[in-house]
């Protein structure tokens, strides 16, 4: 009779040893040149509690700045997911192995890695030079950077559908249009919408922080109301903003349930 081979509990080799030497010189070494140490600690401990208790009791008598801020936040939240998602469709096309050639999967590629290099906050600085301090540099920021996640996300799970449907509809002679409308999407469109509301949640908290450079929306209040000291004012946005992503975060997950993502 066969015996069951014996599992062996996990056994650090002398490489696992060395690779993890290796990284706990390299995080000392760095802990060392960018001069943490445990007094900065302490003394951060209590100047962060020193600001904690400034925040309260919180401000509300700037509602009218705060509505106005909040409801940039949205608008820039909402129209920047909706024109990336569109964009991100022919990008994920375009760089998916299975649909595009060569050169057309390059040049997709290259795109997506270049959406995804810059943080919000550096496309929202570009934006900004580009056309001026306002809601449309928000809007523009946060487009790159749905085209860079959700269009990567859609060429990988294109990639990996199942390509008996599409080798059939293309020896029955059907478009690349055909193909892509009965062939693809019916595969991917339940993942799409998953990705879709992902990336409606992280925009929201995004669109805050491209405000701090001047993109809109309430970080712009925020960071006002933090060079005017006014740290009751400062507790009121952070607690909005808080609700704002707690309640769209009960939203997202209420539509996933809805349609089964």
Partial sequence: ????????????????????????????????????????????????????????????????????????????????????????????????????????????????????????VISAILFVKAVGFGPLAGVLALVVATVGFVGKLFADAIEEISPKPIEAMRATGASFANVVLFGVLPQVSSRFVGFATYQLDSNLRNSTMVGIVGAGGIGGALFAAFLRYEYGFVCTILATVIAIIVVGELAVNAMRKALDV
């Fill in 1 to 120: 009779m066969n015996r069951q081979p014996t599992l062996r509990p996990f056994v650090w080799s002398p490489g696992h040893k060395a690779v993890l030497a290796a990284a706990l010189a390299y995080a000392a070494w760095s802990l060392a040149s960018m001069d943490v140490s445990a007094e900065r600690l302490a003394a951060g401990w209590e100047q962060g509690g020193r600001f904690l208790a400034s925040l309260f009791p919180p401000e509300l008598g700037k509602m009218d700045e705060l509505w106005q801020g909040i409801k940039e936040t949205l608008q820039i939240a909402v129209l920047a997911t909706a024109l990336g998602l569109v964009l991100s469709l022919p990008v994920g096309l375009l760089a998916a192995a299975n649909l595009s050639p060569a050169p057309l999967r390059l040049a997709g590629r290259t795109l997506i890695a270049a959406c995804r290099a810059l943080h919000p």
